[in-house]
Structure formats: C-alpha cells, structure tokens
C-alpha cells in the first residue's frame, strides 16, 4: 500500500488555519479565565449576601424578643424560612449561645447542635468561613445576637458551594455559547478574507511564493532591455536596471509620476497613452529607444507594462546600410552607363575611328577623376570622402547636383577619437538625404555641402554646412523640424521625420548644435558645429592638426 505525501498548503490556507487555531486559543484561554473570574467573585459576593442577611436577622427587635421567649423556635423557625426564600441563602440558623438549634431548613436539625465555630461571634465578632454541615460544603457568615453588651444569641447564614458552583457553571455556559458564535463568526471572516487572498496569490503557498520573487528579481536584473511599470495613476510602480539606464533616471523613482522623469515630451505622451503602443521609435537626449506598452487591466485600469529597448546602434548601422545600398545602386547605374560607352568606343574603332574612340573615353575617365580629386582635396577624411561620393552620384541619379563648396578643408586624422565617423555618417548622410529630398524637382536642383574646421571662442569646432535649392523651411516649423515624427511630405514605408532628429540627437550627444536658415538664393541651409575636444600631440612629438590649428589662430 502507498501513501501519498500531502503537498504543502497554499498560503491562503495556511493562514486560516492559522488564523483559526489563532481564534481558538483566544476563545479557551478567555473562556478559562472568566471561569476562574466568574468563581472567585461567586465566592466574594455569596460571602457578602450571608454576611448581611446574618447582620440584618441578628439586628432584627423581633429576633431579640423571641430569643427571650420560653420557645424561641416557635417564632423564629417560620421567620427564618420566610427570610430564607426573599434572600435566596440556603439556611439561616438561629442559636443560643451554646450553639443549640433554634431554626434550620431542616425541622428535625432544630435542637441539635451547630456545625461550625462561634468563639468569635461569642466574642462579639462577625466573621466567615467555608465549612461542611449537615447541608455539605459551604460558604457562611456567624455574627451575634446582642442585648447590650451580653451575647444572647448567633445568626449563620450561608450558601452552599454546590450553589455557587451551579451559578457559575450557568455563566459559564452562557460565555461559551458567546465564545463559539464568535469562534464561528470569526472563522467565517478568515474564510472569506483568505478566499480572496486565495484568488489573489492563485493557490500558491509560501514557498512558492518566496520563489517566484527570487527568480522575479533576478530576471528584472538579468534582463538588459528596459522594463517599466505604471499603477493606475502613472506613479512608477516598478522599474529593472535597464530601464533605468535607458531612461537616464537615477534614484528611487518608485512612486513618482513618470511625467516628472523629465524624460522628452514625445516619450512620456507615449507613456501616458491609454491605448497600446507597439515598435514607435522615440528619441531621448543620447539613444534611439523602440518602444511596446500594454495594459494592466481586470475590470478597471490597473496600470501599464512599457518595454524598451535601445535600438541606437542599429539605428546607425541602417543609416550606413542605406548609404552602402545608394552606392550599390549608384554602382549598377554607373556600370550600366559604363557598358554603353563600351559599346561606343567598340562600334568607333570598329568604323576605323580609332582616334575618337580614345578622346571618348578619356574624356569620361578625366570627368570621373575630376569629380574624386575635388571631393578627395576637400576632404581628405576617407570615411566622409566616400560618403560624399556615394552621395554625389545618387543625387545625380534623382537628378539633383551635389557639389562641395570651396571653402570646405578638413584633413584625414584632424578628427579626435571621441568624434567616430559613424555619428558623423548620420549627421552629414541624414543632412544631404534631406536636402536632396527638398532640391529634387526644383528648376536648378542642386545641394551645397561644406566641411571645415575653425576656432571659436579659443576652442576648435567642426562645422558641416549642407543647403539645397528647394522650397526652404517655413519660420514657423524652424524648431518642429527636429522633431520625431514631423515631415511636409507624405509618409513612407518606413515613416518619415526621425532623420533630423536623430542628426540633433547625435549633435547634442557630441555637445554640439544644430541649426536651420534660408541659404543664398533661397532654400533651406542647416548647420552643424561639433567642439573637437583637443587629442594632444601625435606620434613623435609633432602637435596634431587641431592642436596646430588652435595655435595658429586661424581656421583650418
């Protein structure tokens, strides 16, 4: 035979029976003790009712008088009986003085002697004391009866102890009938507050519970994405590592309103939407977060999940996959542009034209040259010089002409190790996108870009200037411009309004600015100004470029 081993109690049901013994004990305990109590003052009151029925029968004239008389027992034995039953004691005896009987409940006692001590009530004393008669046990009172100062006579009246003792069982029975209605009453309210308890931790017991929150807390800190939890009135109720990190919040923040998080503006909208939010990109001052929110809810609004992650870098690596797909496509025109005047210079030496198929083609292989050793002598910094060319033959492929100014200069190993190319990919890549977006269509489509180094303020900054030729920016959308999510042109696939935010974003990361004006002859022109923190000096003691720059006084 195989006996299973009961599983532990849920904690519901371990705190109702806890709660129950709890009520139990309570109950026996309180029940003991008033028995006690209750017994004790039987005892104190039956001593006090005997001593003054005794006093109130020895100072009575008529009890005097029939002491004297030649049959006391004539007068007093129906007198003792009619007091007995109007003060409810179980015997009154009236003596004299040797202690001979002159009354008791029992007519046959009446000339016997009394049961009991009377030297001090012989002395003029009152007093009492528990003692077994011919009645049983019980408590009496024993006081003279006095003609002036003689003692011609005793009064005992008494209760015996089974009376009391009945007395106190009925009050007993009375407090333990109120002790198990309460018991029960009791037991009814741990029920129903520990069937909602119950509800609430779903059956699970102590242990388990303790469990869940160990492995809830290690996987709130294991976690690297950012997990956020709203109650009902936006009050942070619960926020893991990461959020914190991603948020730039630091402190306790439990319990305070997420809209004094002083996050940006479009973030804590989303925070406080009351419908779900699935992938929206939101930017913060250094990180491009993707946000998802769901609602806590069980007949009402409990609060809000709210999930994050950072989505900076591989927002960048898009920036340079779409840089590095615009080459591609670039590349395909070219070689398609290339395989034509193939066929040309081939088709002229074949009509024995030999002498203008090579001036064909040189004269293509010196255009492209020419283009590369204007870009290249511009800006010597191979990340950018690339992406200048990959943009250039893209803008000519939407028809649209990039050029770059005259004034730019900016030589290869200028930039410091705290300003990567990457950022500066997604500062000058987002600027010529937008520009070209604005300059295409217009009557001479054409995008400016500068890039140089000067002095302001005693300190080296790097500034990229992108303008075009199309329509500008209205004065009013000056600042909107920057805005996720803002465009005057219609959404896309993938949306429209995150590229200039996410160059401000980048700008400000680095300590920089960024800004809009209308440019020469119309059109929008933005400005980009990155302080170039000092490297030092290079290899071998010579001052680097920034360094050199700076004390020479002038603009690089």
Same mark, same amino acid.
Do not use: C
């Given at each position: 035979m195989r006996f299973s081993v009961p599983g532990p109690r849920s904690l519901a049901g371990q705190l109702f029976a806890m709660q129950a013994v709890l009520i139990a004990v309570v109950v026996a305990g309180y029940a003991l003790f008033s028995y006690v109590s209750d017994r004790s003052q039987a005892e104190e009151a039956a001593t006090r009712q005997a001593r003054a029925v005794a006093r109130s029968v020895a100072d009575s004239p008529s009890v005097l008088a029939a002491s004297r008389a030649a049959d006391p027992s004539a007068e007093l034995q129906p007198y003792a009986l009619k007091v007995m039953r109007d003060t409810e004691v179980d015997f009154i005896t009236i003596m004299d003085p040797r202690g001979i009987r002159w009354?008791?409940?029992?007519?046959?006692?009446?000339?016997?002697?009394?049961?009991?001590?009377?030297?001090?009530?012989?002395?003029?004393?009152?007093?009492?004391?528990?003692?077994?008669?011919?009645?049983?046990?019980?408590?009496?009172a024993v006081t003279p009866i006095q003609d002036g100062p003689r003692v011609v006579g005793m009064v005992s009246a008494g209760i015996r102890v089974e009376e009391i003792t009945q007395r106190v069982q009925d009050q007993l029975t009375a407090l333990l009938g109120v002790a198990a209605g309460a018991l029960v009453l009791?037991?009814?309210?741990t029920y129903v507050i520990n069937a909602r308890l119950r509800r609430h931790t779903h059956g699970m017991n102590a242990a388990e519970l303790s469990r869940m929150h160990d492995y809830h807390q290690a996987a709130l800190h294991a976690v690297r994405e950012g997990l956020l939890m709203l109650d009902g009135q936006y009050r942070v109720a619960l926020i893991n590592d990461g959020g914190?990190?991603?948020?730039?919040?630091?402190?306790?923040?439990?319990?305070?309103?997420?809209?004094?998080?002083?996050?940006?503006?479009?973030?804590?909208?989303?925070?406080?939407?009351?419908?779900?939010?699935?992938?929206?990109?939101?930017?913060?001052?250094?990180?491009?977060?993707?946000?998802?929110?769901?609602?806590?809810?069980?007949?009402?609004?409990?609060?809000?999940?709210?999930?994050?992650?950072?989505?900076?870098?591989?927002?960048?690596?898009m920036g340079e996959l779409d840089s590095e797909r615009g080459f591609t496509l670039a590349l395909r025109s070219q070689a398609h542009e290339a395989a034509n005047r193939l066929h040309t210079v081939v088709s002229l030496i074949e009509l024995g034209r030999a002498e203008e198929a090579v001036e064909f083609a040189t004269a293509e292989l010196e255009l492209a040259q020419a283009l590369t050793d204007q870009v290249v002598a511009a800006v010597s910094e191979p990340v950018l010089a690339a992406l200048l060319l990959g943009k250039t033959a893209q803008a000519n492929e939407r028809g649209v002409e990039?050029?770059?100014?005259?004034?730019?200069?900016?030589?290869?190993?200028?930039?410091?190790?705290?300003?990567?190319?990457?950022?500066l990919v997604t500062i000058l890549?987002?600027?010529?996108?937008?520009?070209?977006?604005?300059?295409?269509?217009?009557?001479?489509?054409?995008?400016?870009?500068?890039?140089?180094?000067?002095?302001?303020?005693?300190?080296?900054?790097?500034?990229?200037?992108?303008?075009?030729?199309?329509?500008?920016?209205?004065?009013?959308?000056?600042?909107?411009?920057?805005?996720? $999510?803002?465009?005057?042109?219609?959404?896309?696939?993938?949306?429209? $309004?995150?590229?200039?935010?996410?160059?401000?974003?980048?700008?400000?990361?680095?300590?920089?600015?960024?800004?809009?004006?209308?440019?020469?002859?119309?059109?929008?022109?933005?400005?980009?100004?990155?302080?170039?923190?000092?490297p030092g000096t290079a290899a071998g003691g010579v001052p680097s470029p920034v360094a050199a720059a700076r004390g020479a006084g002038g603009d690089a």
């Amino acid at each position: 035979m195989r006996f299973s081993v009961p599983g532990p109690r849920s904690l519901a049901g371990q705190l109702f029976a806890m709660q129950a013994v709890l009520i139990a004990v309570v109950v026996a305990g309180y029940a003991l003790f008033s028995y006690v109590s209750d017994r004790s003052q039987a005892e104190e009151a039956a001593t006090r009712q005997a001593r003054a029925v005794a006093r109130s029968v020895a100072d009575s004239p008529s009890v005097l008088a029939a002491s004297r008389a030649a049959d006391p027992s004539a007068e007093l034995q129906p007198y003792a009986l009619k007091v007995m039953r109007d003060t409810e004691v179980d015997f009154i005896t009236i003596m004299d003085p040797r202690g001979i009987r002159w009354t008791h409940p029992d007519p046959d006692q009446i000339g016997q002697t009394f049961q009991g001590h009377t030297e001090k009530a012989l002395r003029g004393e009152t007093f009492t004391e528990t003692y077994t008669g011919t009645l049983g046990p019980s408590v009496r009172a024993v006081t003279p009866i006095q003609d002036g100062p003689r003692v011609v006579g005793m009064v005992s009246a008494g209760i015996r102890v089974e009376e009391i003792t009945q007395r106190v069982q009925d009050q007993l029975t009375a407090l333990l009938g109120v002790a198990a209605g309460a018991l029960v009453l009791g037991a009814v309210g741990t029920y129903v507050i520990n069937a909602r308890l119950r509800r609430h931790t779903h059956g699970m017991n102590a242990a388990e519970l303790s469990r869940m929150h160990d492995y809830h807390q290690a996987a709130l800190h294991a976690v690297r994405e950012g997990l956020l939890m709203l109650d009902g009135q936006y009050r942070v109720a619960l926020i893991n590592d990461g959020g914190r990190e991603l948020l730039g919040v630091a402190g306790d923040v439990v319990g305070r309103s997420v809209a004094e998080l002083g996050l940006p503006a479009p973030l804590t909208g989303a925070l406080l939407a009351s419908e779900p939010r699935v992938d929206e990109v939101h930017l913060t001052a250094s990180r491009v977060l993707v946000i998802n929110t769901s609602q806590v809810s069980g007949g009402e609004r409990r609060g809000t999940v709210a999930t994050l992650r950072d989505v900076t870098e591989l927002q960048s690596l898009m920036g340079e996959l779409d840089s590095e797909r615009g080459f591609t496509l670039a590349l395909r025109s070219q070689a398609h542009e290339a395989a034509n005047r193939l066929h040309t210079v081939v088709s002229l030496i074949e009509l024995g034209r030999a002498e203008e198929a090579v001036e064909f083609a040189t004269a293509e292989l010196e255009l492209a040259q020419a283009l590369t050793d204007q870009v290249v002598a511009a800006v010597s910094e191979p990340v950018l010089a690339a992406l200048l060319l990959g943009k250039t033959a893209q803008a000519n492929e939407r028809g649209v002409e990039l050029m770059v100014s005259e004034d730019s200069s900016l030589d290869d190993g200028l930039l410091p190790e705290t300003l990567p190319a990457r950022d500066l990919v997604t500062i000058l890549g987002n600027l010529i996108d937008n520009a070209v977006d604005a300059a295409q269509g217009s009557v001479r489509a054409r995008v400016t870009v500068a890039a140089y180094t000067r002095i302001s303020d005693d300190l080296p900054e790097l500034v990229l200037r992108v303008s075009d030729t199309g329509p500008g920016v209205n004065p009013e959308h000056a600042e909107a411009v920057f805005q996720r $999510g803002f465009s005057t042109k219609p959404a896309g696939p993938g949306g429209r $309004g995150l590229g200039l935010a996410l160059v401000r974003q980048t700008s400000q990361r680095h300590g920089g600015s960024l800004t809009v004006a209308e440019a020469d002859g119309g059109g929008a022109e933005f400005e980009v100004r990155l302080p170039l923190r000092e490297p030092g000096t290079a290899a071998g003691g010579v001052p680097s470029p920034v360094a050199a720059a700076r004390g020479a006084g002038g603009d690089a």
